[in-house]
C-alpha cells in the first residue's frame, strides 16, 4: 500500500507526490526542495522533512523553521503525522492519504515536473476556476458587507461586524470614521476584486508618494502593466523583481499581489499549486497599510481617508485602467 502527500486546494485537497518508505523527502520554499513552494512567503528554504514509516504514518521534523509548523494549528517541532491530520508550513496545509482512496497515479516525490492529475473532473474544474485571470472592473466582492466579511473570515482581523445588509461602501465608510486605525484599509483590500484591489493600491501608492527608492517606478509599471492586460508573464516579472526588491515596499507588494491574484505560485515547468483565495487581499492590506506610513507616518490618517475614496471610485468605475 502506497501513502499521498496531498495540499490543499480550495475546499478540498490534490495529491501532490508518492511518499515511499524511508525516503524522505524536503518541503521548503527553495526549488530544489522535493516538494518546493516558491510563492509562499512564510515558508522557510528547507521548511519540514517528511519520512514514510512502515505503519503508514509519516514523522515530520522542522529542523528551525522560521514562522514553525502546525499540526491541526498545534505548533510542532517534530511528531508523527497521521491520516486526518492537517499540517501546515507557512500558509500551506498538507495531509497524507492511502492510494487506493484518493485517486493516486504518482510517481516518486523526487520527480518534480510530473503532472498533477485530478481524481475527478469537478476537481480539475475547480482548479481552473482558482487559477483563472480576474476579470472583474468594478464592484465589490459581494453584495453585502456582511457576505465579503463571512467569505474572508475578517472576524479575525476586525472587531466590528459589519451590520444585516449593510452595504460594503457604508461599511467601509464607517470604519474609516470610528474603528481601528487600519480595519478600514483591510476590509477594502478583500472587499474589490482581485484585479480591481491591485489597481487601487497602484493608486494609493502614486497618489502619497509612497516610494521607498527609484526602484519602485519600475516595480509599479511592472504591476500596473500586469492590471492592463494580465498574463501569467506579466504576473511572474512583477513578482521577479517584487523579490529583487525583498517585498520592502508599498510597490514591491502591489507586484506579490498581483502574482497571486491568479494562476500557480510554482515554477512554470512545476506541477501548479494555486493561490489560496485570500492572499491576493493579504498583500494589497500590508501594501496599503505601508503606504499610509511610509516617509511621513504624521499624515497616515489623511491618506486613510484619502484611500477609502480612491477605492470607492474604483469600485464605483470611476477610474478604469482602461
Excluded at 485537497?13 to 530544489?32: A, H, K, T, Y
Excluded at 475527478?120 to 464592484?139: E, F, L, T, Y
Excluded at 483565495?277 to 499624515?299: S, Y
Aim: hydrophobic letters at 35%; aromatic letters at 6%.
Amino acid at each position: 500500500m502506497t501513502v499521498v502527500l496531498k495540499v490543499r486546494d480550495g475546499e478540498r485537497f490534490r495529491d501532490v507526490c508518492r511518499l515511499e518508505s524511508d525516503r524522505p523527502i524536503i518541503i521548503g520554499r527553495l526549488p530544489q526542495s522535493d516538494a518546493a513552494f516558491p510563492g509562499d512567503f512564510e515558508m522557510s528554504g528547507r521548511h519540514l522533512s517528511l519520512t514514510l514509516l512502515p505503519d503508514l504514518t509519516c514523522r515530520f521534523c522542522d529542523p528551525g523553521s522560521t514562522n514553525g509548523t502546525f499540526v491541526n494549528e498545534q505548533r510542532e517541532t517534530e511528531g508523527v503525522l497521521r491520516p486526518g491530520d492537517v499540517l501546515r508550513c507557512g500558509m500551506t496545509e498538507f495531509c497524507i492519504d492511502a492510494a487506493e482512496t484518493c485517486g493516486h497515479n504518482h510517481t516518486g516525490p523526487l520527480e518534480k515536473n510530473t503532472p498533477i492529475s485530478h481524481s475527478d473532473k469537478q476537481g480539475a474544474d475547480h482548479m481552473k476556476a482558482i487559477a483563472a485571470v480576474p476579470q472583474a472592473d468594478r464592484g465589490f466582492t459581494g453584495d453585502t458587507a456582511e457576505q465579503i466579511f463571512k467569505r474572508y473570515r475578517l472576524e479575525k482581523e476586525i472587531s466590528f461586524a459589519p451590520g444585516e445588509d449593510e452595504s460594503p461602501e457604508a461599511y467601509a465608510r464607517r470604519l474609516q470614521r470610528t474603528s481601528e486605525e487600519n480595519d478600514c484599509l483591510l476590509f477594502l483590500a478583500y472587499a474589490l476584486p482581485k484585479r480591481c484591489a491591485v489597481w487601487w493600491l497602484i493608486h494609493c501608492i502614486r497618489a502619497a508618494e509612497s516610494l521607498k527608492s527609484d526602484a519602485d517606478i519600475p516595480m509599479l509599471q511592472l504591476a500596473e502593466d500586469w492590471v492592463r492586460q494580465p498574463s501569467d508573464d506579466a504576473r511572474r516579472k512583477a513578482m521577479q523583481m517584487a523579490e529583487s526588491l525583498e517585498m520592502e515596499s508599498p510597490a514591491a507588494w502591489a507586484g506579490v499581489s498581483a502574482f497571486w491574484s491568479h494562476g500557480s505560485m510554482a515554477p512554470p515547468n512545476a506541477p501548479d499549486v494555486p493561490a489560496p483565495d485570500h492572499l491576493t487581499g493579504k498583500a494589497v492590506t500590508g501594501g496599503a497599510i505601508l503606504a499610509t506610513v511610509l516617509k511621513t507616518p504624521e499624515n497616515a490618517a489623511e491618506r486613510r481617508q484619502l484611500f477609502t475614496e480612491i477605492a470607492i471610485r474604483i469600485a464605483d468605475g470611476k477610474l478604469p485602467w482602461s
